[in-house]
């Protein structure tokens, strides 16, 4: 099946710096991919749809501005947690669907687990 | 009231136990229901994907949907130590731009 991959599997950094965590489609090609935000023991929360070549698209009461998303290409999508705090301690996932396929299976990525201290 | 309703658990059965797996949803324009399954620090993985009330089987797994209901479930069969996981309803509004919605996810530990 279509493989999505997610760097860093894990990051630890310090308050006040900011974190880059990579979304690729490794054999698929990805117009729009998907960033979620899981608290332990409960349910993926989405933060925002990536758009390839556009602006991504908020949910409401996540700030656009801590969390940067760019999608230059139809493979690779990118969340940047800009001057990480340790209430953004979380785990990331992302997930895509093939663009250009009948599926409408959405594949997720390994995920990441974002800790600041 | 959330959107998507699940227990999260946890359940814990025995070996070769069958799994009743639930949830209750409130927005009538769902129309794509799935449920995933997740390991401990790894992403959701598509267990059943279904659109239409009734059943829906794959090996030891079946999906079923009450649209009247607004109930989905999901069934294991044979239960075994390795489908110990944490197991997530999605649901897709027809048009919606591809977004899932998901459950809290049901715990559930499968013991020897």
Known sequence: GAVVSQHPSWVICKSGTSVKIECRSLDFQATTMFWYRQFPKQSLML????N??????YEQGVE???????????TLSTLTVTSAHPEDSSFYICSARDSGGLSTEAFFGQ????TVV | QKEVE???????????????????????????????RQYSRKGPELLMYTYS????????????????????????????????????????VTGGGNKLTFGTGTQLKVEL
């Open chain 1, 47 to 50: 933060m925002a749809t990536s």
């Open chain 2, 6 to 36: 699940q227990d999260p658990g946890p359940l814990s059965v025995p070996e070769g136990a069958i799994v009743s797996l639930n949830c209750t949803y409130s927005n009538s324009a769902f129309q794509y229901f799935m449920w995933y």
């Open chain 1, 111 to 114: 995920g990441t687990r974002l």
């Open chain 1, 64 to 74: 656009k501005d801590k969390f940067l998303i760019n999608h230059a290409s139809l």
């Open chain 1, 52 to 57: 390839e070549g556009s602006k991504a698209t």
């Open chain 2, 53 to 92: 009330s009734g059943n829906k089987e794959d090996g030891r797994f079946t999906a079923q949907v009450d649209k009247s209901s607004k109930y989905i479930s999901l069934f294991i069969r044979d239960s075994q130590p390795s489908d110990s996981a944490t197991y997530l309803c999605a649901m897709e």
